[in-house]
């Protein structure tokens, strides 16, 4: 298949990779909260862990309504393929020449995407919001895993941090199911996008967000975190902004915000420190 302008884009957008790289902003983000040192190694297993399973799962999806023709792309096998033999073999130089926790990181990200597409999947189907709880919960181990790799104690800056991490991962997981909730109905899976109706769901999405502020607030008054750490505020007033028009967005309008929005909201986490930082 012929690799246009257009069609990396679709791939970029479509295929993970914007989650991927969220995902090590997220790394980035909570090691600075922390004041940690960031580990350029785990940020990178980070993201080749995440865009493997992220890339290998939206090309099993590539011909459903999720997808369309945006990401024909992901469909060709071959380049897939080719993507994730280099992935992998990345991955396996990073783990013969990282320490443990390193290496259980990338298991832990793409250990878990692929326990849910075998084993777990079929827990959505008694347990309502399963699938977000355990999205979140992976990132949480990551993080966890972090703390470990760098031999930072286990005190209350972490606890606030795996808090709004928690809180902002599982805001955004319920979001973009939205954009999958015909999916998701026909197969029987229970998410709180399919049971509940979607003004009930704006309703709910609105008040955790505002309670995702709270850790924020308190970790800067109690002094656990820098003061810049005020600036991930913003995230929430935009999140707000674009939630008001939820319930008038059509599915196409949802998959954009899904994987424009709020997966890209991660990488405005350290922007925003920084930002933060140099206006203070």
């Known amino acids: ?34 004041d940690a040192p960031i580990s350029r190694p785990f940020l990178l297993v980070t993201y080749l862990s995440v865009s493997s399973i992220y890339l290998f799962d939206r090309h099993l999806d590539a011909k459903s309504t999720a997808c369309g023709a945006n990401c024909s792309l992901l469909a060709d096998h071959r380049l897939i393929y080719l993507v994730l033999f280099f992935f992998a073999l990345a991955l396996f130089v990073l783990f013969r020449s990282g320490s443990l926790y390193l290496s259980l990181a990338g298991l832990v990200l793409f250990g878990s995407g692929l326990a849910y597409k075998i084993v777990f999947k079929k827990l959505t189907r008694r347990i309502i919001g399963f699938k977000d709880f355990f999205v979140t919960a992976s990132y949480l181990a990551l993080l966890v895993l972090y703390v470990r790799y760098i031999n930072h104690p286990f005190n209350l800056a972490v606890f606030f941090a795996l808090t709004i991490v928690f809180c902002r991962r599982f805001l955004s997981e319920v979001f973009c199911d939205l954009k999958d909730i015909d999916d998701d109905r026909a197969g029987g899976i229970r998410t709180l996008a399919v049971v509940w109706p979607r003004r009930r769901l704006v309703v709910f999405l ?33 999140f707000l902004a674009y939630i008001r028009r939820l319930p008038d967005l059509n599915n196409s309008q949802l998959t954009f915000y899904s994987h424009v929005f709020a997966d890209g909201e991660y990488l405005l986490w350290p922007v925003l420190l920084f930002a933060a930082r140099m206006l203070g």
Request: charged fraction near 5%; hydrophobic fraction near 70%.
């Open 206 to 238: 609105a008040a955790a967000n505002v309670l995702s502020v709270v850790p924020i607030i308190l970790g800067v008054l109690l002094d656990y975190f820098p003061l810049a750490a005020l600036g991930l505020v913003a995230v929430a007033i935009c």
């Open 1 to 34: 298949m012929r690799l246009t302008f257009k069609s990396l884009m679709d791939i970029f957008v479509f295929g993970g990779q914007i989650m991927a790289f969220g995902a090590a902003a997220i790394v980035a983000t909570f090691a600075l909260l922390i």
